[in-house]
Nanobody, 124 residues
Framework: QVQLVESGGGLVQAGGSLRLSCAAS????????MAWFRQAPGKEREFVAA????????YYATSVKDRFTISRDNAKNTVYLQMNSLKPEDTAVYYC?????????????????WGQGTQVTVSS
């Protein structure tokens, strides 16, 4: 069992930055691939970024590539999402997810554990 708690969300102006954190408790964090997804009001939850269990491989949605960076610190059981050049369309609840296995995935159904989410609001 893995428990995930996100933090770092908030209100920021367009062009600004935020860093989200996801703290994991439970066993063997380093054996899980991790990801961030987001869900805007009235829309389906969508993939943002994923990272392999080692941290060596990362994957991004086209809409955030070159603006967002996913990273992890296995010693701290934490995964991060650095978000730069934020746009109003990035406004959403951001969720952290964990998947047993070495590689990340863009598919919601392949993740075993989810956090409660943290709100990110980007004003224009």
């Amino acid at each position: 069992q893995v428990q995930l708690v996100e933090s770092g969300g908030g209100l920021v102006q367009a062009g600004g930055s935020l860093r989200l954190s996801c703290a994991a408790s439970g066993r063997a964090f380093s054996s899980y691939a991790m990801a961030w997804f987001r869900q805007a009001p009235g829309k389906e939850r969508e993939f943002v970024a994923a990272i392999s269990f080692s941290g060596r491989n990362t994957y991004y949605a086209t809409s955030v590539k070159d603006r967002f960076t996913i990273s992890r610190d296995n010693a701290k059981n934490t995964v991060y999402l650095q978000m730069n050049s934020l746009k109003p369309e990035d406004t959403a609840v951001y969720y952290c997810a964990a998947r047993r296995g070495s590689t990340g995935s863009a598919y919601l159904s392949e993740y075993d554990y989810w956090g409660q989410g943290t709100q990110v609001t980007v004003s224009s």
